[in-house]
């Protein structure tokens, strides 16, 4: 192992270690810490809302599933921001093959459509860059950081189409490898050994996964984290029942 290949190996180990980490501690962190244990002295259900749990149920599985609440805004922002969410989700579904073995047909069967998934995913992130760019009222409350974070996930997506043609395309069977060895309990202890697990020599994938692990490092600082938070906003989960049933002030009984 040349001096070159000992130091990319080593780099792509600890940015998948170190990635990986931070998002799981991070993501922990912001749940528990933050979302969890802040506590919600007043009844401020979004009415109309259900006067039962399992209204609020349904109700909230139709806001993470179909978007019910954004499609009653902008339509562009609706369709846009749903194919994206769809396509990304049907993607990381996708990448599932590099980690379970055997592989289940139902990943086996979206490899057909992963292209077509990937230029869809791409052109809707395009979209969505181009609303916050034109559009005046969401321009106003754009930030550096919206437009980095979609960046990035455009440069992943990017990079994982140029990896499916040749001249970019990896060894699959190095990837495997190289995951799998990864996934070792024992992989960080053989890291800080000196003897890191054995990365494709693959600059594109290089480039794919770390911007997948810079992603995952920012993912618990950012707007991202909606996708936990959601599950936790107050005017979401409450149930519309403060006539019924009376709510008591967590400060109360302290």
Wanted: glycine share 6%; aromatic share 14%.
């Amino acid at each position: 192992m040349t001096g070159i290949t000992f130091i990319m190996n080593m780099y792509m180990n600890t940015i998948v270690y170190v990635g990986c980490s931070v998002f799981a501690l991070g993501f922990i962190y912001k749940v528990y810490c933050e979302y969890y244990k802040t506590p919600q002295p007043l009844k401020i259900p979004q009415t109309p809302q259900p006067t039962t749990l399992s209204g609020v149920i349904l109700r909230m599985a139709g806001d993470v599933l179909f978007f019910r609440s954004l499609s009653k805004g902008t339509t562009f922002l609706f369709i846009t921001g749903w194919i994206f969410h769809f396509t990304f989700l049907l993607m990381i579904i996708r990448h599932l093959r590099y980690f379970i073995h055997p592989v289940p047909e139902c990943i086996v069967a979206l490899g057909g459509a992963a292209m077509f998934l990937s230029v869809v995913l791409l052109l809707s992130l395009v979209l969505l860059v181009i609303r916050r760019a034109l559009d005046e009222r969401t321009a106003y409350v754009t930030s550096l950081a919206d437009y980095f974070v979609l960046l990035v996930i455009i440069g992943i997506v990017f990079t994982g189409i140029l990896l499916r043609h040749e001249p970019f395309r990896p060894d699959i069977v190095a990837v495997n490898r190289f995951v799998m060895e990864l996934m070792d309990v024992k992989a960080p202890l053989h890291m800080l050994g000196m003897h890191p697990a054995v990365a494709p020599g693959n600059v594109v994938f290089m480039c794919h996964l770390s911007l997948v692990c810079f992603l995952l490092m920012y993912f618990p600082f950012s707007k991202l984290m909606h996708s936990a938070g959601y599950f936790f906003s107050p005017t979401r989960n409450m149930v519309n029942n403060p006539r019924d049933v009376k709510h008591v002030n967590p400060w109360d009984n302290s």
